[in-house]
């Protein structure tokens, strides 16, 4: 399927690794001129060399000073902003219960802040050319499912957001959804050290909870976020997709 993304400028937050940097190799594939990003210039680069990235910007997303540079950057390098993606997440917590106000600020600041910053920074660009956003939440933040407590209050706000934001960005000709993962595993991830600690622990719980018994992939998240910021998804805004094998009830 064609999705009509050949030399439409995307920033992609937050991907340098994981599902960021398979969400920026899709949509390079699809012939999107991308940005990749990330906090520092570690890694920075050598992610733009391998994805074949258009450029890289270094930057802090959940300062809103960072955010408005970044932007500023991508206008200055590329001429014009057409894709969204906010990926910068983090579900790294303490226990519920032991959370104070420097947890809850810094848990918002990763998983909420940091998407509503690139937002307002980067909406009047995308409004000139039809744009679209996509936000990577959780499943976390739609059921209890043992998650911090910081974290899936933060991912259940964020998609508050994308709801309530998509028909103030609509009048400024921008589409917003979310995609909520499930458990998903890559090269350093939570998923990764939990097969190598238990690894029969995690396939019992797969088979209790999940209804295709296994754990994802960062280009299946990348699938379908490359189809809701493509034409093919014209009439589609401020909606959620679960993307979690079958493991959501509700």
């Not at 999705?3 to 994981?18: C, I, K, P, W």
Request: aromatic share 4%.
């Amino acid at each position: 399927m064609d999705l009509g993304l050949e030399g439409r400028v995307a920033l992609v937050t937050g991907s340098t690794r994981g599902i960021g940097r398979a969400i920026a190799q899709r949509l390079v594939r699809e012939g999107a001129q991308v940005v990749v990003n990330g906090r520092s210039e570690d890694g920075l680069h050598e992610a733009q060399r391998e994805i074949g990235a258009a450029a890289a910007v270094a930057a802090d997303v959940s300062d809103a000073k960072a955010c408005a540079k970044l932007v500023k950057e991508v206008e200055r390098s590329l001429g014009r902003l057409d894709v969204l993606v906010c990926n910068v997440g983090s579900g790294a917590s303490v226990p519920p219960g032991q959370e104070d106000p420097a947890e809850w600020q810094r848990m918002l600041s990763i998983n909420l802040f940091s998407a509503t910053n690139a937002i307002a920074a980067a909406k009047p660009l995308l409004g000139a050319n039809g744009g679209a956003i996509v936000c990577i939440s959780s499943i976390c933040g739609l059921e209890a499912l043992g998650c911090p407590l910081a974290y899936s209050a933060a991912k259940s706000a964020l998609m508050s957001y994308v709801r309530g934001a998509a028909r103030e960005l609509g009048r400024s000709n921008v589409r917003i959804n979310a995609v909520a993962p499930g458990n998903i595993v890559f090269p350093g991830s939570v998923w990764e050290k939990k097969l190598t600690d238990d690894g029969a622990a995690v396939q019992g719980m797969l088979e209790r909870e999940v209804a295709l018994r296994r754990l994802g992939t960062p280009e299946e998240i990348a699938d379908m976020t490359a189809f809701l910021v493509s034409k093919r998804s014209a009439f589609t805004t401020g909606a959620v997709f679960v993307v979690d094998g079958g493991q959501v009830r509700s």
